[in-house]
């Protein structure tokens, strides 16, 4: 089944213990991107990716880190988590740039 | 920088009316993404309009895209339950790098 596959769902840390969120998609995708989605706000990407090596901040990209090490995989890193970072997050995939997105199930982080 | 603002931003309709989501945005956009969210679950693609006077249409949901107004709408007919849901607009900025979500709408249809 196609699909992008995140983990964990649900995740409760504390605030300076580092956290990677895993994001991956078995569709042969090129581009990867990262959202999170506030009440209100919608989703604001965070990273994206065009293609392996490559990766590009997004809208708000202050406290994240990503990596794209492999076509299939782009995780999240969050070094030093702080509250505001308390999140939906989703990862999401599509063929190109200008392809409808595929999203994961998101991970909702608690950082306390 | 690209902005994207729908309205209303909450909608409860009855069943069997009809209604229509806007959403603007700011600057010059290649494509328009229209995306639904069910309460508790991830996003999933709705529409791809992607030029002036482009119009889709599944079931019903018709959405459509005029580029000189930098307005999109998502049109829905004869409102049923099942379409109670978040609905979201993405617009991709035209150098391609970016895409930018609205704020989404809340939708409740009531019998």
């Known amino acids: 089944e196609a699909q992008v596959t995140q983990n964990p769902r649900y995740l409760i840390t504390v605030t300076g213990k580092k956290l990677t969120v895993t994001c991956s998609q078995n569709?042969?995708?090129?581009?990867m991107s990262w959202y999170r989605q506030d009440p209100g706000l919608g989703l604001r990407q965070i990273y994206y990716s065009m293609n392996v090596e490559v990766t590009d901040k997004g809208d708000v990209p202050e406290g994240y880190k990503v990596s794209r090490k492999e076509k299939r995989n782009f995780p999240l890193i969050l070094e030093s988590p702080s509250p505001n970072q308390t999140s939906l997050y989703f990862c999401?995939?599509?063929?190109?740039?200008?392809?409808?997105?595929?999203f994961g199930n998101g991970t909702r982080l608690t950082v306390t | 920088e690209l902005k994207v603002e729908q309205n209303p931003l909450f909608l409860s309709m009855q069943e069997g009316k009809n209604y229509t989501i806007y959403c603007n945005y700011s600057t010059t956009s290649d494509r328009l993404y229209w995306y639904r969210q069910d309460p508790g679950k991830s996003l999933e693609s709705l529409f791809v309009?992607?030029?002036?006077?482009a119009v889709k249409q599944e079931g019903r949901l018709m959405a459509s895209l005029d580029t000189k107004a930098r307005l999109s709408t998502l049109h829905i007919t004869a409102a049923v339950h099942d379409l109670s849901a978040t609905y979201f607009c993405a617009a991709l900025e035209t150098s391609g790098s970016r895409l930018t979500f609205g704020e989404g709408t809340q939708l409740t249809v009531n019998p």
């Open positions: 309009l992607l030029s002036n006077g």
């Open positions: 999401a995939s599509s063929l190109s740039m200008v392809s409808p997105l595929h």
């Open positions: 569709m042969n995708h090129e581009y």
